[in-house]
């Protein structure tokens, strides 16, 4: 079982940049598949970057082109650069994993962190 800690977070102004770390402990990062994932109140949970197990990486529309997910594998970590942030990504960001079908729905996701928040203002 693997245990994830999210840092990073905080406020910026919109186009600025935030990157977001995620340490993994318990187990290996890189045996699984690892997304970040946020959600707002009111709003359903978004996958905004996934990384599977062979460092392969999807992103949705939203990001595309401004977010980066990474994995160090050497320090069990991964990571979210977040460029070119707009008032839209203001979230709490969520470092998550599971073992198959990657990246898949965000529900199947097993294992989370407890989240760390950004806010883009303008």
């Known amino acids: 079982e693997v245990q994830l800690v999210e840092s990073g977070g905080g406020s910026v102004q919109s186009g600025g940049s935030l990157r977001l770390s995620c340490a993994a402990s318990?187990?290996?990062?890189?045996?699984?598949?690892m997304g970040w994932i946020r959600q707002t109140p009111g709003k359903e949970r978004e996958g905004v970057a996934f990384?599977?197990?062979?460092?392969?990486?999807r992103y949705p529309d939203s990001v595309k082109g401004r977010f980066t997910i990474s994995r160090d594998n050497a320090k069990n970590t991964l990571y979210l650069q977040m460029d070119n942030l707009k008032d839209e990504d203001t979230a709490m960001y969520f470092c998550?994993?599971?073992?198959?079908?990657?990246?898949?729905?965000?529900?199947?996701?097993?294992?989370w962190g407890q989240g760390t928040q950004v806010t883009v203002s303008s």
């Open positions: 998550a994993a599971k073992f198959y079908y990657c990246p898949g729905s965000v529900q199947d996701f097993v294992y």
């Open positions: 318990g187990s290996t990062a890189s045996n699984y598949c």
């Open positions: 990384i599977d197990r062979a460092g392969g990486t």
